[in-house]
């Protein structure tokens, strides 16, 4: 079915690191991917930081960026230098052109250490 | 940026009884998500609805839950009666058109304990 992968469930980093957040997906309906990266700060709801629903285009957003690899099927969520205030909680989702809602995958909660 | 409200934060209920979970929208959108997220698992799709009319439910989604927009007001999510394995965070969504290259913005979700 279609389905979205995230395999590390928290991530620690420190501070002016770079990070990489893996994400791949399955989309085995009739029906383009489109690709997302929410995140999620403490006491907040998720909010989109990036989105990208071309095949081989890449999107970005506060530093942070994000290829859509239709070969792959990744959309590895990547940053060159992380703050502290990055610490949050990050959702890759796919929604399909066919469908009319966004599969989410597990979260991967990541804290920036000093 | 825009916001959606949900009310309570907390739920805490006993089993067999019927609670309703209360979302606020964004004021101009007009497709609202429920979706169901267990400690540790996936955030899964419960529910869309648009129109005065659900789109599209999922198998979680069961007989027992139900959900309306009386008069533009909240978006609910009523279930009745609720069962122990109910027992989760619930986030509601909303967004302008339908969802599937659409940004939702979602609710600080609503946890609800069923004892």
């Known amino acids: 079915g279609d389905s979205v992968t995230q395999t590390e469930g928290q991530v620690t980093v420190s501070e002016s690191k770079s990070l990489i957040i893996n994400c791949t997906y399955s989309a085995t309906s009739i029906g383009y991917p489109n690709l997302f990266w929410y995140v999620r700060y403490p006491g907040e709801g998720l909010q989109l930081l990036l989105k990208v629903i071309t095949a081989g285009q890449k999107g970005s957003s506060r530093g942070f960026e994000a290829t859509y690899n239709k070969e792959a099927t990744s959309f590895h969520l990547q940053k060159a230098s992380v703050q502290e205030s990055d610490s949050a909680v990050y959702y890759c989702a796919l929604g399909l052109n066919s469908g009319t809602y966004q599969r989410f995958g597990t979260g991967t909660k990541l804290q920036v250490v000093p | 940026g825009p916001k959606v409200l949900q009310i309570p934060s907390h739920q805490i209920i006993d089993m067999g009884q019927m609670v309703t979970l209360n979302c606020d929208p964004v004021?101009?959108?007009?497709?609202f998500y429920w979706y169901k997220q267990i400690l540790g698992q996936q955030m899964e799709f419960l529910v869309n609805?648009?129109?005065?009319?659900?789109?599209?439910k999922s198998k979680l989604f069961k007989d027992q839950f139900s959900v309306e927009r009386p008069d533009g007001s909240y978006f609910t999510l009523k279930i009745q009666p609720t069962a122990l394995e109910d027992s989760a965070v619930y986030f509601c969504?909303?967004?302008?058109?339908?969802?599937?290259?659409?940004?939702?913005?979602f609710g600080s979700g609503t946890r609800l304990t069923v004892l």
């Open positions: 609805f648009y129109n005065g009319k659900v789109m599209e």
């Open positions: 969504a909303s967004s302008f058109r339908e969802s599937s290259a659409e940004t939702l913005y």
């Open positions: 004021s101009n959108h007009l497709y």
